[in-house]
Nanobody, 117 residues
Framework: QVQLVESGGGLVQAGGSLRLSCAAS????????MGWFRQAPGKERELVSW????????YYADSVKGRFTISRDNAKNTVYLQMSSLKPDDTGAYYC??????????WGQGTQVTVSS
């Protein structure tokens, strides 16, 4: 079992930046591929980015490529999502998740990001 807690969300103007953090407890994060998801009001949850256990491999949704950067510090048991050039369409609840056996099994409670135009 691993418990995940996101932080760093908030209200920001379009073009601004935020850094989200996902801190883990219970088990070491280095055991998991980690991902960030988001859910806008009235829309389904979507995968934004993931990072491999070692941090060598990453994936980004086309909508955030070139603007978001995922990273991890396994020593601190924390995963980050640096978000830049934010757009109103980036508004939503952001969740981190840990993957086991190709399934996103553990989830945080989410942190709200609101981008004003």
């Amino acid at each position: 079992q691993v418990q995940l807690v996101e932080s760093g969300g908030g209200l920001v103007q379009a073009g601004g930046s935020l850094r989200l953090s996902c801190a883990a407890s219970g088990r070491t994060l280095s055991s998991y591929r980690m991902g960030w998801f988001r859910q806008a009001p009235g829309k389904e949850r979507e995968l934004v980015s993931w990072i491999s256990r070692s941090g060598e491999l990453t994936y980004y949704a086309d909508s955030v490529k070139g603007r978001f950067t995922i990273s991890r510090d396994n020593a601190k048991n924390t995963v980050y999502l640096q978000m830049s050039s934010l757009k109103p369409d980036d508004t939503g609840a952001y969740y981190c998740a840990a993957q086991t056996l190709l399934r996103w099994e553990y989830w945080g409670q989410g942190t709200q990001v609101t981008v004003s135009s």
